[in-house]
C-alpha cells in the first residue's frame, strides 16, 4: 500500500492577495510567455520536459483554495496535461470551487506557450520556470548534439529561494500614513467582443533600430516607447477628455532593487501620468516629462514604501481576523477605485536570455496578459525585439498609431495579428 504524500499549503505573496476576488471572465489574471523554436513542436518530448522542470518548482503543484481568512495555496498530485492550443489566449484559469492546477503548456506549430495564474507568480519567477522548460525540452530534443557539454541551466536557485515570500522578507514594519488619492485619468473604452476574446498585435522590430531611434532623443528604450504608447493614446482622445490625464502602470521587477530570486511573485507598479491641458502634445516634450517622472519613481526609497504601504493591510491585526468575504469585498472596492485611476498599462519584461548553447533552435520569445484596457507588453531575444498589444476592444485606432509613428520614425516593423 503506498502512502499518500502529506497535503502542504502556502500563504498567498502580498502581490497575490488582490488576484482572487478581482478574477473573472473579463480579466483572468493570466499572462503567457510564448517562445518560437526553429521547428515543430514535439509533444512528446514537450512533456518529458515539463515532468522534469515540474520537479525543480513546486509552487506549480499548487491549487487554490479559500479558508475563513485568507486564500491559500495547497499542494496536489494533479499532473499538468500538454495539449495543443484549444482555447483563446490568457482563457480562465482559476474557477472557484475547482482543484485545478493554475498554469498551461500548449504548443502550436513552432511556438510553446507558457500560461500562468497571476497569483502563482509574476513575469519574472515565470520566465524562469519557462527557461528551464525549454532548457529540457531542447536538449532532451536534440540530445546527440549535447553528448559531449551539456549547458547549465541559469536559474539555480535553492526549493526555499524559488518559494521565498520576498514582500515578507524586505517588510519594515514602517507605518505609511499618507493617504494616496487616487486622480481620475482618462479611460479608454470600446465594444468587446461577446466571448471577452483579446485582441493580440505582434510588432516584431529590430533592439538595435529602436535604441538608435531612442538615443537620438536621448532617452531609454522604455522611456521613448512609453512617450509613443502615451502620443498614441493622445490622438484618439475626445477635446472634452483632455482635461484627464493620461496615466499608465508600469510593472517593475523589485528584484532589480532588493535581493531576491523568488519564483512567485516580486514586483511593484510605478505611475507614469502627462496631463495634455497642462503639456505639449509633441514627442520630444512627452519624452522629457516621461524620462523625470521615471527617475522621481524609480528608486529604492519610493518602492519601499510603496511595498510597505501594500503590505500594511496583510499585517493590520484586525484585518487578519475579519472573514475572507469581507477581505475580498475591501479588495474589489480598492481595485475599483484604482483601476479609475489607470489609462492603460505597459510592461517591459526586457532582454531575455538563455545558454548560447540554446541560442540556435530559437527564433523569439513573446508575452501578453489579460486585459481589462489596451496594455503593452514587450521583451527582446537577440536583436529581435517584440511589443505586443493586447486589448479586449474590437477597435485598433491605438495600435496603428503607435505602430505608425515607430515606422515614421525609421524603424521597420513586421506586424502579425491574431483576431481571436
Known amino acids: 500500500m503506498t502512502r499518500k504524500r502529506p497535503v502542504q499549503w502556502t500563504k498567498l505573496d502580498n502581490a497575490a492577495k488582490i488576484f482572487p476576488p478581482n478574477t473573472n471572465e473579463k480579466d483572468t489574471k493570466v499572462f503567457r510567455f510564448i517562445c518560437e523554436l526553429n521547428e515543430e513542436v514535439d509533444k512528446d518530448v514537450l512533456e518529458e520536459a515539463l515532468n522534469k522542470t515540474m520537479t525543480l518548482f513546486p509552487i506549480y503543484h499548487s491549487v487554490l483554495r479559500k479558508g475563513v481568512f485568507w486564500y491559500y495555496l495547497e499542494s496536489s498530485d494533479i499532473k499538468p496535461e500538454v495539449r495543443e492550443e484549444y482555447k483563446p489566449p490568457c482563457s480562465t484559469l482559476y474557477v472557484p470551487n475547482k482543484k485545478n492546477l493554475l498554469f498551461e503548456v500548449t504548443y502550436y506549430k513552432k511556438r510553446i506557450n507558457l500560461e500562468v495564474y497571476h497569483v502563482i507568480a509574476d513575469g519574472t519567477g515565470a520566465l524562469a520556470f519557462f527557461k528551464t522548460l525549454l532548457h529540457y525540452y531542447i536538449t532532451i530534443k536534440h540530445s546527440e548534439d549535447f553528448k559531449d557539454v551539456m549547458p547549465t541551466l541559469e536559474y539555480d536557485a535553492s526549493f526555499s529561494q524559488k518559494m521565498d515570500d520576498s514582500f515578507l522578507k524586505h517588510y519594515t514594519g514602517e507605518k505609511v500614513l499618507r493617504m494616496v488619492k487616487v486622480p481620475k485619468a482618462y479611460r479608454i473604452t470600446g465594444r468587446r467582443s461577446i466571448d471577452n476574446r483579446l485582441k493580440i ?4 522590430m529590430s533592439v538595435k533600430e529602436v535604441i538608435t531611434l531612442a538615443h537620438n ?3 531609454t528604450l522604455t522611456v521613448y516607447l512609453t512617450a509613443l504608447f502615451i502620443r498614441a493614446i493622445y490622438d484618439e482622445m475626445a477635446e472634452r477628455s483632455k482635461k484627464h490625464p493620461v496615466v499608465l502602470t508600469i510593472p517593475v521587477n523589485l528584484r532589480s532593487f532588493f535581493p ?3 519564483a512567485r511573485n516580486f514586483f511593484g507598479t510605478i505611475t507614469i501620468s502627462y496631463d495634455f491641458s497642462k503639456n505639449g502634445d509633441d514627442l520630444q516634450t512627452i519624452i522629457k516629462e516621461v524620462k523625470e517622472a521615471f527617475a522621481r519613481e524609480l528608486t529604492q526609497e519610493k518602492l519601499r514604501t510603496h511595498m510597505n504601504r501594500l503590505s500594511a493591510l496583510e499585517h ?4 487578519r481576523v475579519v ?3 469581507i477581505k475580498d469585498w475591501v479588495l474589489r ?6 483601476d479609475k485611476g489607470i489609462t492603460a498599462t505597459l510592461s517591459n519584461v526586457g532582454k531575455i536570455t538563455v545558454a548560447k548553447e540554446l541560442e540556435p533552435y530559437i527564433n523569439l520569445f513573446n508575452c501578453f496578459n489579460s486585459a481589462r484596457r489596451p496594455q503593452i507588453a514587450m521583451c527582446s531575444f537577440g536583436d529581435k525585439l517584440i511589443v505586443s498589444f493586447a486589448s479586449p476592444f474590437d477597435g485598433t ?3 496603428k498609431n ?3 509613428m515607430l515606422t515614421a520614425e525609421g524603424a521597420k516593423v513586421v506586424i502579425t495579428s491574431s483576431v481571436t
Open 201 to 204: 498585435i505582434e510588432g516584431i
Open 217 to 219: 532623443h536621448n532617452t
Open 323 to 325: 472573514p475572507l468575504f
Open 397 to 399: 485606432d491605438i495600435q
Open 333 to 338: 472596492i480598492a481595485n475599483n477605485i484604482n
Open 260 to 262: 531576491s530570486v523568488t
Open 402 to 404: 503607435f505602430y505608425r
Open 316 to 319: 493590520n491585526v484586525f484585518m
